[in-house]
């Protein structure tokens, strides 16, 4: 029976095969990406590029599961991105940086300029905002000092990007070798801005709306797949 009669919905779940090619191919070319950057980024190499597609298909299922990261109770969600980005979910690894991982999870708490509490606020506060605006601030949030990880903050940043883009059905942003300069060069300038600074005030507004534009313009459908899965059964 094809699945039409079956009255099965389709619902949109990230190509995860399309975003590993496609961070394979920003891998290749990043040297030569690199050279272009005002400030050098770190080498992506095979490991980072796995790391980054676990953290996809984590992003991925936290949206088919309806968890809001951003919520008291579920902000571990947050951390867990992260904890994915540094060392996938190797339980070797994990173990290996375990203390890393706790003074980063108490960062994450505690800290009260740039921590979650902040960025919670922050998205209460800008909750009625373009879904474009909302994730480039965040995205602001996350990397301007105090940063919100102790590392990682950037492929971070992108997954939770990702993250709200996905919860209204738009395709999630994936690193490539013609956006990459783009990308890299605001973030320079955001990661050099203190929260509770005048360059916050009268400098980022204007980052925020271009790279709000920039997510916007990179938008791609070929990072989602639509799958077919049938609604739970009803009881009777």
């Known amino acids: 029976m094809c699945r039409s009669a079956l009255s099965i919905p389709p619902r949109s779940r990230f190509d995860l095969q399309a975003i590993e ?21 770190d080498r992506l190499d095979d490991e980072v590029v796995g790391n980054m597609v676990e ?6 299922a936290l949206v088919r599961d309806g968890i809001n990261i951003f919520a008291l109770g579920s902000l571990k969600g947050l951390l867990e991105i992260n904890r994915l980005v540094l060392c996938g979910s190797s339980e070797n690894r ?3 940086y375990s203390s890393h991982l706790k003074v980063t999870e108490r960062h994450f708490y505690e800290e009260r300029e740039g921590g979650v509490q902040d960025l919670v606020e922050w998205m209460e506060d800008h909750a009625r905002d373009d879904v474009w605006e909302r994730a480039a601030g965040v995205y602001i949030r996350i990397l301007s000092k105090p940063q919100l990880f102790l590392e990682g903050n950037h492929r971070s940043g ?4 990702s993250y709200i ?4 059905g738009l395709p999630p942003f994936v690193l490539t070798p013609e956006n990459a300069s783009t990308y890299f060069d605001p973030s320079s ?11 916050m005030v ?7 709306k271009r790279l709000a534009a920039f997510l916007r ?20």
């Open 217 to 236: 313009q990179q938008s791609d459908p070929e990072f989602l797949a639509t799958v077919f899965v049938p609604d739970p059964p009803t009881g009777r």
């Open 189 to 199: 300038v955001i990661t050099d801005t203190r929260k509770k600074s005048l360059s």
């Open 202 to 208: 009268f400098k980022i507004p204007a980052v925020k």
């Open 158 to 161: 992108t997954l939770v990007i």
């Open 94 to 96: 994990r173990r290996r």
């Open 165 to 168: 883009l996905a919860r209204e």
């Open 55 to 60: 953290g996809y298909a984590y992003v991925d």
């Open 21 to 41: 090619a496609c961070l394979h191919r920003t891998r290749m070319a990043f040297d030569a990406i690199n050279a272009r950057l005002r400030v050098r980024r």
